[in-house]
């Protein structure tokens, strides 16, 4: 008797639809596993989306499935449909929504790995007592196996074994390699899941502990300034989830932050941890994320790209820092990993906790409306004083090494008693701009639309856009006089003027160049724990959690950019900014000091946020938005083309417009539908990597006009003419422009 089963699959092409299959099997054939199919033309790996589905296609035309890849799917039910919802509600293709969420080795359909553990051979179970007396590691190897009679590849860090002992106890014939699935694998049964015993918990910590309702959905503000123990309150949360027996996901922003957030979690938890983020090697990469499927790695460590990881057993999801803007991917399937979260604790009935000292103006929205639960910690947990600021005003004062003199004299007042400093300066590379003194020609990228920074070590042009690079020039191609000067400064130049200017002293530059290995910040940032004096400077790489024990005084170089910037979230992200950095300073017991240089020292907002603190300042921007219907009070979709013409990106969002202009009119017979479409306008870098990009916004204040136009404007879109010559993507609840 044939088992004919017909199914949808997904593939990894940005396709708005599924498409159907048949297999003839006995098998159990599941949503969510992988298979093999020939589709135009080429043998792909896809995914089951639906089975059993009624075809109303002509049977004959449907193609057979080549070959089943899973016998368990690698997407449960549940993650299914959250891909499904993510796929829905950012208008993006299903296929690539769901190959986004996979490890590469899987996406390339490879089988999932094995795991690879040892066994005593007979002649190792006959070893004389006392044998490998001399050889230490390898007679650690042979106790664990005697008593425990596998060694599993998680066993060796715990260990400490390298992978070297145990072939050469294997050249020797004492043990041998054996492989089984992964999933066969039990983690090891600890007695308590503490190594560290917790902190004892200050009253707000243990109030904000308290409130939060295990066992059912619930989203949670822990609005703490920084220094106030949220990663502690954190930690009690999740020991709570691992004490019911579950699993718990941390997701923290992109850069930087991952290996000291990890230690800390070791040192306190007895119990698997994993961490899932682009900065380790895809096959640890597809380990971890098997394990936290298994449900053998109880902790889950990653950035945004782990919020659809597998997590059967899934107590509690935190988002640390959840204001930061890596949370919010910015090409291809353009999601939100924050709002992905609060969609998944809903549907999985558990607790979010967004942590920050300075919440994003939606959530923050969210939690003054009671939409969300507002926890707050208003201290710094232990001894530690909330920093003094300073503003320091620029206009006609001497500038060197972007620092004025009196701020200069802090700095050596800070390192005369033996403390640290940090510069801010939100710039790497050593200028931002090459100009010819003799006739004011400046270095400019030929494939965007911007300025080549200068960089020095070494000696180079960049461009911080497409990343391309050029030699310095010898002679100005325009007068061909030798006469270069820069113009502003990065952190190269100030980390060149301190040194100089400050001998003796060690000054530790912290950017993007300077910290590419995994280890790079944890090695700039050993310093930090000595109590030598020294200068850290940095960009906003440092404004993330690190915890600087000796630092004193914080200055923030030029706090204008943000107060100036154009794009109305600049204000948002400059009082973000500047708290998170002033947050830096004097962490322990002494009262640490931040200045902040500007040539706006009247402006309204700093003023608002210096006096009256990061809530004042936020509320006020509330009110802005909401006058100006803006997010989060209004919902914004951008429609963002691009093309090596401009002319072309700007007809494509005409189209749009018009598209889009029409769901207005149609409607305004029943009742009057309330839009506003603006643009099509050039993007903040109109061109990048010989491309035009243009911005259409698409305002509405109800959110399922928006998603009722956004489906309305693809379908009209996908095969107009224009978009053969112009690229074009749905950006929702966009973050930047
Ligand atoms: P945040 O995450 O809010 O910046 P942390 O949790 O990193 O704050 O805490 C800041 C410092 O205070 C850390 O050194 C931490 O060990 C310490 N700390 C936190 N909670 C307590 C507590 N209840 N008692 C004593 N020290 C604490
Ligand atoms: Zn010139
Ligand atoms: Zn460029």
Redesign the pocket.
């Known amino acids: 008797m044939s088992n004919l089963t017909y199914v949808r699959v997904a593939v990894p092409f940005a396709l708005r639809t599924t498409y159907s299959y048949s297999i003839d099997t006995d098998q159990p054939i599941l949503a969510g596993q992988r298979v093999r199919v020939n589709f135009r033309q080429r043998d792909i790996t896809a995914i089951i989306t639906e089975v059993d589905t009624t075809e109303t296609l002509d049977k004959s035309k449907i193609k057979p499935i080549l070959e089943v890849l899973d016998t368990t799917p690698v997407f449960s039910q549940d993650l299914l449909q959250l891909a499904l919802w993510a796929a829905n509600y950012y208008h993006h293709p299903l296929g690539e929504v769901l190959f986004s969420a996979l490890p590469a080795q899987l996406r390339e359909g490879k089988s999932l790995p094995t795991h690879t553990y040892w066994e005593l051979t007979v002649e190792g179970k006959g070893l004389p007592e006392g044998a490998l007396k001399r050889a230490k590691k390898q007679n650690r190897v042979l106790q664990h196996l005697l008593k425990h009679h596998q060694l599993g590849e998680l066993d060796l860090s715990q260990l400490d074994i390298q992978k070297a002992t145990l072939k050469a106890m294997q050249d020797k014939g004492l043990i041998k390699r054996k492989e089984k699935p992964l999933s066969a694998e039990q983690a090891s049964s600890a007695d308590t899941i503490f190594h560290q015993s917790p902190?004892?918990?200050?009253p707000e910590?243990q109030k904000a502990v308290e409130q939060i309702r295990y066992h059912q959905f619930g989203c949670y503000l822990l609005h703490?300034?920084?220094?106030?123990?949220?990663?502690?309150?954190?930690?009690h949360i999740i020991a709570r989830a691992l004490q019911a027996g579950k699993q718990a996901l941390v997701l923290i922003p992109e850069i930087g932050l991952s290996p000291q957030t990890f230690a800390?979690f070791e040192r306190r938890f007895n119990t698997h941890i994993c961490e899932l983020h682009s900065n380790i090697s895809e096959s640890k990469r597809t380990q971890n994320w098997i394990l936290a499927k298994n449900g053998q790695a109880k902790i889950i460590i990653g950035t945004r790209l782990a919020s659809l990881t597998p997590i059967p057993n899934l107590g509690v999801i935190i988002i640390?820092e959840e204001h930061d803007r890596s949370y919010k991917q910015q090409d291809s399937f353009r999601y939100s990993a924050r709002d992905i979260s609060i969609y998944r604790a809903n549907k999985a009935n558990i607790p979010i906790v967004l942590?920050s000292?300075t919440p994003s103006l939606e959530s923050y929205a969210n939690a003054i409306h009671q939409r969300y639960q507002h926890l707050t910690?208003t201290e710094?947990?232990?001894d530690?004083i909330p920093p003094a600021i300073h503003i320091q005003d620029l206009k006609g004062k001497k500038i060197t090494a972007g620092l004025t003199d009196e701020t200069l004299q802090k700095v050596q007042q800070t390192l005369d008693s033996r403390q640290q400093a940090l510069i801010f300066v939100n710039r790497r590379g050593y200028a931002p701009a090459l100009i010819c003194h003799t006739c004011g020609w400046c270095a400019q990228c030929r494939h965007c639309d911007t300025k080549m920074t200068v960089h020095r070590q070494p000696a180079h042009l960049r461009c911080h856009h497409c990343d391309r690079q050029n030699t310095i020039p010898k002679h100005c191609p325009n007068c061909k006089n030798h006469n270069f000067v820069t113009a502003g400064f990065g952190t190269e130049q100030l980390e060149l003027e301190l040194q100089q200017m400050f001998s003796g002293i060690e000054v530790i530059r912290i950017d993007r160049d300077t910290t590419k290995t995994r280890t790079g910040m944890i090695e700039k940032l050993s310093a930090a724990h000595t109590d030598q004096p020294c200068i850290f400077v940095g960009t906003q790489m440092l404004a993330k959690?690190h915890?600087l024990?000796n630092l004193n005084l914080v200055v923030i170089v030029d706090a204008d950019h943000g107060l100036l910037s154009p794009d109305f979230r600049g204000l948002e992200q400059a009082g973000q900014l500047i708290t998170q950095v002033a947050?830096r300073a004097g962490?322990?017991a002494t009262q640490g000091e931040v200045i902040i240089q500007t040539h706006k020292p009247e402006h309204p907002m700093l003023e608002l946020l210096l006096h009256r603190g990061y809530s004042a300042f936020a509320k006020e921007l509330l009110q802005q938005r909401e006058q100006g219907q803006l997010p989060p009070y209004w919902f914004l979709t951008s429609i963002k083309a691009e093309s090596k013409r401009a002319a072309n990106a700007v007809e494509c969002l005409k189209v749009a417009k018009e598209i889009l202009l029409a769901i207005q009119h149609h409607a305004a017979n029943t009742s009057p539908i309330e839009i506003q479409l603006i643009g099509p306008a050039p993007a903040a870098i109109e061109k990048v990597n010989e491309r035009y990009r243009y911005i259409l916004h698409f305002k509405t204040r109800d959110r399922k006009v928006m998603h009722v136009g956004i489906s309305y404007l693809i379908q009209q879109m996908e095969h107009h003419p224009i978009t053969k010559r112009c690229k074009w993507v749905i950006d929702v609840d966009s973050v930047q422009d």
């Not at 300034?225 to 502690?232: A, D, L, R, V, W």
Request: proline share 6%; no cysteine.
């Open positions: 902190l004892p918990l200050n910590q703490g300034i920084t220094g106030s123990g949220k990663t502690e309150v954190y930690l800390r640390d942590g000292a910690l710094r947990a232990g530690a959690g915890h024990p947050g962490r322990e």
